[in-house]
């Protein structure tokens, strides 16, 4: 794809944001391949982790300015239609059925605070630097707000959304927007050692644990919800890889989707 670097290779996924010109910004473009790309990755059986970068000095600086221009003669039909794209790719990255890793080596800015957001973990540099800067444009960061707010929380969101202040790695770990923050000559490793964990685990049941979030994130509890937890581990301990994990524990030898890896 023209503008990203896509490589897979023992059974990982590496999606890597390939603009550093541009600080790794989007436009129509990059939507329509990340879109495809992690559509695409969460399909095929050889790739169990997926990990999102970005190359240069930058994770991802928001809207492409080229792009920010064209969209300023839009009508509102052109908008709502540009609009949707961006929200229909945030969507399939957050429900990728293969866990996703965000490689947060630079500064990321606006829409690309929802791709941090969306994936299920953020590793980042300590040198990275964070800005919900849609405010000073006279815009609102809409559509990567059910990603955002999720993860950083809604009182963190509150500030941010409004100030459009700049804040460091520490007050992004503060706040849970990202899960660890590390020095960059270390993210390598650590990224390399949270795939290899992710790669480990059952496949399906990794999959089905996103779903499982997905499901009971801020619910209530009731009922149903407790029900429908009742059916998942039911069904999966059922399942030939739920079955074939317990017995591998039990004779004391690696699963079969380890040999198979």
Request: net charge neutral; charged share 25%; proline share 4%.
């Amino acid at each position: 794809m023209a503008h990203l670097d896509i490589r897979c290779a023992d059974w990982r996924a590496t999606v890597t944001l390939n603009r550093p010109d541009v600080r790794n910004a989007f436009n129509d473009e990059v939507i329509y391949e990340l879109t495809k790309a992690f559509h695409d990755l969460g399909s095929r059986d050889d790739v169990r982790c997926i990990v999102l970068a970005g190359n240069g000095p930058a994770f991802c600086a928001g809207a492409d300015l080229n792009w920010m221009r064209r969209m300023a003669s839009y009508t509102h039909r052109e908008n709502f239609a540009d609009a949707t794209a961006l929200a229909e790719m945030l969507r399939v990255i957050y429900r990728c059925p293969k866990p996703t890793i965000a490689r947060v080596q630079g500064d990321v800015y606006a829409g690309g605070m929802g791709l941090v957001a969306a994936c299920d973990i953020a590793v980042a540099a300590d040198t990275a630097q964070y800005c919900l800067s849609e405010v000073k444009l006279g815009l609102i960061p809409a559509t990567i707000s059910p990603y955002v707010v999720r993860a950083m929380g809604a009182r963190a969101a509150h500030r941010y959304f409004l100030t459009a202040e700049r804040f460091g790695a520490a007050e992004a770990l503060r706040c849970g927007l990202v899960h660890q923050v590390v020095r960059a000559v270390d993210l390598d490793r650590t990224i390399d050692t949270l795939a290899q964990t992710l790669i480990q685990a059952g496949p399906q049941a990794v999959s089905l644990c996103k779903e499982l979030v997905h499901e009971v994130a801020e619910q209530e509890i009731t009922p149903e919800l407790i029900a429908s937890t009742v059916r998942s581990i039911a069904d999966i301990r059922v399942s030939p890889e739920g079955r074939e994990g317990i017995q591998s524990f039990l004779d004391k030898r690696p699963p079969s989707w380890l040999a198979r890896g």
